[in-house]
């Protein structure tokens, strides 16, 4: 196992009480290297152990020597992971001292629902394209005084690399994943003479085949926290859409890229349940306070209004109504909607592989 490895395994074993963060110090690796670099605390609180080639013997050595006293393990010649504390034994929610990373967490949807989570407790990595934006939000959450954690990552998705490097700096910076909601995602609208093939693949790399890549690296870490605790249930979540339900007329690279994300979420859940790890899907009706559909300049409600799209409209107010009265239930989706189908899913061990509608009845499954 490489360092990567060796620290999810280390926090899920100091998370006996609770689930724990750490920060990892690749090459700190004796007690006195610590102590050197600010972390005093007495040497009984240090356990020392040499991990082998025998990764089953490893886990179950780690376990017999931690306690929950213990500050720091120091893996011989490789590192130290330190406990930073936080084992909250009887959580008041389903996400409270859990690490969830968001993709495309700077703004949206995806913003909205970190803030949400973090309100709720958990360790939030925003992870984002967008450095700039992604930063305000920390600062944001970090202006709440909270003692939950709050990180910003920056990726891209549609590059595989860049989403194990993601992954790779959560767990040194926090210690593990207990869920992703893999949310980033485009939309570049047109019909069949518009769509150029450039286009189609790019949002089919954004949106399709960036769900794949967060869930090959997460569920590389998950896998590793389930062998030290068969009790751990962990999530894959993708924010889906209606449009992964029903086609869209003049929509299709979205809509044939959500459809397939649902494919790829019932199997990685046959794949994932035997580790504990859930895949889900949350399928938003439209979002119409977020800026896709409200920004001023270049939001949908403006652009619809300008085209003519909504036959006798004169105002963006008349567009949003004419979209409004299409739902049951009289409105948007709003980011509330979608965190309570994340905050249920993560707390129902017994759901996997499902698409939920989170459309105020637009959309219904058949
Ligand atoms: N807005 C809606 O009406 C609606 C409805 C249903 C589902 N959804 C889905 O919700 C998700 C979020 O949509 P939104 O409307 O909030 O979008 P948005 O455009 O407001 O935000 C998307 C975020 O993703 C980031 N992003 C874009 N490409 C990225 C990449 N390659 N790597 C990393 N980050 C990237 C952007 O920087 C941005 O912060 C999408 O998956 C979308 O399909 C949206």
Same mark, same amino acid.
């Given at each position: ?22 920060? !990892? ?33 490893? =886990? ?21 992971? /330190? ?30 629902? !970190? ?24 600062? $944001? ?9 709050? *990180? ?12 194990? +490097?993601? /992954? ?11 869920? =992703? ?7 570049? #609208? ?55 339900? $029903? ?10 890229? $959500? ?19 859930? *895949? ?40 949003? #109504? ?7 239930? +009289? ?6 909607? *979608? ?5 249920? *899913? ?13 459309? +105020? ?6």
């Amino acid at each position: 196992m490489n360092f990567i490895e060796l620290v999810p395994v280390v926090r899920m074993a100091l998370s006996k009480e609770g689930l724990v963060t750490t920060s !990892a110090f690749e090459n700190i690796d004796s007690y006195e290297r610590l102590k050197v670099s600010g972390y005093d605390f007495p040497e009984d609180e240090c356990v020392t152990i040499l991990p082998g080639d025998d990764k089953t013997a490893f =886990i179950s050595a780690l376990q017999n020597q931690v306690t929950p006293n213990t500050k720091a393990v120091v893996l011989k010649g490789i590192g130290a992971i /330190v406990n930073n504390g936080g084992g909250i034994s009887k959580p008041v929610n389903s996400v409270e001292g859990r690490i969830i990373i968001v993709t495309g967490g700077a703004q949206g949807f995806g913003g909205g629902i !970190a803030e949400e989570l973090y309100e709720k407790g958990a360790h939030i990595v925003v992870a984002d394209l967008n450095e700039k934006v992604g930063l305000e939000l920390i600062q $944001k959450l970090k202006a709440k005084s909270k003692s939950n954690k709050a *990180v910003f990552v920056p990726v891209n998705v549609g590059d595989s690399d860049s989403v194990k +490097g993601m /992954v790779e700096k959560t767990v040194l910076e926090l210690g593990g994943l207990d869920a =992703i909601i893999s949310n980033a995602g485009i939309l570049r #609208a047109g019909g069949l003479d518009e769509m150029d093939p450039e286009t189609f693949d790019l949002m089919t790399k954004v949106n399709y085949t960036g769900y794949f890549y967060c869930a090959k690296h997460a569920s590389k870490i998950m896998k590793l926290q389930s062998q030290v605790d068969v009790n751990h249930y962990m999530d894959i979540i993708q924010i889906n859409s209606k449009s992964g339900l $029903k086609g869209s007329n003049r929509n299709f690279a979205y809509a044939g890229g $959500k459809f397939g994300g649902i494919g790829l979420t019932q199997s990685f859940a046959l794949e994932l349940m035997p580790n504990h790890i859930k *895949v889900n899907s949350i399928c938003p009706g439209n979002f119409f306070d977020g800026p896709l559909w409200s920004d001023p300049e270049k939001g949908l409600f403006v652009q619809y209004l300008n085209a003519g799209k909504v036959p006798g409209a004169k105002t963006i107010e008349d567009v949003q #109504a004419y979209y409004e009265k299409q739902v049951p239930a +009289g409105r948007g989706c709003r980011v509330a909607d *979608v965190t309570k189908a994340i905050v249920y *899913v993560i707390d129902q061990e017994y759901e996997t592989g499902q698409a939920i509608p989170v459309t +105020g009845g637009q959309e219904m499954l058949k």
